[in-house]
Structures are given as C-alpha cells and as structure tokens.
Nanobody, 131 residues
Framework: LVQLVESGGGSVQTGGSLRLSCADSGSTFGSYCMGWFRQAPGKERERVAHIYWDGVTTVYTDYADSVKGRFTISQDTVKNTWYLQMNSLKVEDTAMYYC?????????????????????WGQGTQVTVSS
C-alpha cells in the first residue's frame, strides 16, 4: 500500500520560505514520476514541479513557469522523502499542496504531467502567504 504524507506547510509573509516534505511509504517502484501539485480555492489543481526518476538518476525535472527560479524539487532516495523548497513566496502561491507519484514514467518524461495518469496522492498540506 503506497502512502504519501506531506508536511511543512504553514503561514508565511510575502518573500518568506517554506520547505514541504513528502514521505513515501510502501511504494516499490524502480522508476517513477514524482512531483507536487497545488490547488487554490475555486481553481483547478495545477502542477508545480515534477521529476522523472529512472531508478538511478533524475532523467527529467520541470517546473511550472509561475515558480521557476523560486521553487526547487528534490528527493532523498534513502529516506524515501521528497521535498519542495519554496523561496520568495508570493500571495498567489497560497494553496493546498499535494505530492504525487506514479510508476508510469512515459506520462511525465516531458514538460507536463497530467493528473489523470497519477495513481497516488498525499492528503495535502496548506500553504498560506500573506502580504
């Protein structure tokens, strides 16, 4: 049973930083996609960043234009934990953030990752940025 548990959300002021974590327990995927999505009230869920991991190295990393240069996605394969470092936060970054993973890497080996091809989601962690 794959379980993803996010943590690290909270409230910060504009310009601040947060680091989100996603602990993965149960998955035994050799290669996989993993990433972060977010959903603000009244808006659709949007991709923030994702990685295509082939079991040895990161093959592909991509970010939404809105977060490029401010957010960094990473993982610790020993701890089975993924991270999203968020710097220079803006009010428009306020949302519920979800981590996700799926072994169907053909759907994430490019600059998009459609949620319909994601089988595993975390429960979400709230990020609130105030001015």
């Amino acid at each position: 049973l794959v379980q993803l548990v996010e943590s690290g959300g909270g409230s910060v002021q504009t310009g601040g930083s947060l680091r989100l974590s996603c602990a993965d327990s149960g998955s035994t995927f050799g290669s996989y996609c993993m990433g972060w999505f977010r959903q603000a009230p009244g808006k659709e869920r949007e991709r923030v960043a994702h990685i295509y991991w082939d079991g040895v190295t990161t093959v592909y990393t991509d970010y939404a234009d809105s977060v490029k240069g401010r957010f960094t996605i990473s993982q610790d394969t020993v701890k089975n934990t993924w991270y999203l470092q968020m710097n220079s936060l803006k009010v428009e970054d306020t949302a519920m953030y979800y981590c996700a993973t799926d072994p169907r890497t053909r759907y994430c080996a490019h600059n998009d990752w459609d949620p319909q091809w994601i089988g595993y989601w975390g429960q979400g962690t709230q990020v609130t940025v105030s001015s």
